[in-house]
Each structure stands twice: as structure tokens, then as C-alpha cells.
């Protein structure tokens, strides 16, 4: 009798079941990376926007300077300007959804020297 070579039914079993255990990893490690690559977009405009707002302020005379607030789609921007010495300190919060239970805030801060 000829002996026949190939794999038994429950290697092939084991092979199917290490096979999808890998997979299901997989699948949910591209969700989280999706979720990640998400906040991460999310983040970048934010300091975008606080970076662009800073950069007015800059170019704007120091006796103009004021605080103030504004909104860019689902992003709120504002700022302050507090006056010391011959100085303008300018600070700069973007508050946006960081994630779909909670929301972040970045700021920005920096000085302008306004001497004469």
C-alpha cells in the first residue's frame, strides 16, 4: 500500500487558527494607526493656525497689539497680549477635538520686543 503524503486535517487547523489570530492583530493595529495618523493631522493644523496668528501678530504695531479670538472650522484660536516693560508678551491657545471623548488645547508663547 502506497503511503500518501501531504498534511492532516488538524495541522490544517492550526494553520487556520494561527493564521486569523495574526490577522485579527493586524486589523486592529490598523485601526489604532489610522486613529494615531487622525490626532496626529489634527495637532499639526492646530499648531498651524496658533503659528499663522502669531506671525499677525508680529507684523502688527505693538501700540495695535490686543487680544482677541477667532474660529477656523472646528478649531477655536485666541490669544492674549500682555504689556511688560518695553516688551509684548503674546501667548496663543488653539483648543480643537483631540479625540472623538475629549478635547486638547496647544499653546504657543512668545515675546516681541517693542523699544522705540
Not at 47 to 71: F, M, P, Y
Request: glycine residues 8%.
Amino acid at each position: 500500500m502506497k503511503r500518501e503524503r501531504g498534511f492532516t486535517i488538524v495541522e490544517v487547523m492550526i494553520a487556520i487558527i494561527v493564521l486569523s489570530v495574526g490577522m485579527l492583530g493586524l486589523a486592529s493595529t490598523t485601526a489604532l494607526v489610522t486613529r494615531m495618523i487622525g490626532r496626529g493631522t489634527r495637532a499639526s493644523k492646530a499648531a498651524v493656525l496658533a503659528q499663522q496668528r502669531v506671525e499677525i501678530l508680529r507684523a502688527t504695531k505693538c501700540a495695535d497689539l490686543a487680544g482677541g479670538s477667532d474660529t477656523t472650522g472646528s478649531f477655536v484660536r485666541w490669544w492674549t497680549v500682555t504689556a511688560t516693560g518695553n516688551a509684548r508678551r503674546i501667548q496663543v491657545i488653539v483648543r480643537y477635538v483631540g479625540t472623538p471623548v475629549r478635547m486638547r488645547a496647544d499653546t504657543i508663547a512668545t515675546t516681541i520686543d517693542c523699544t522705540p
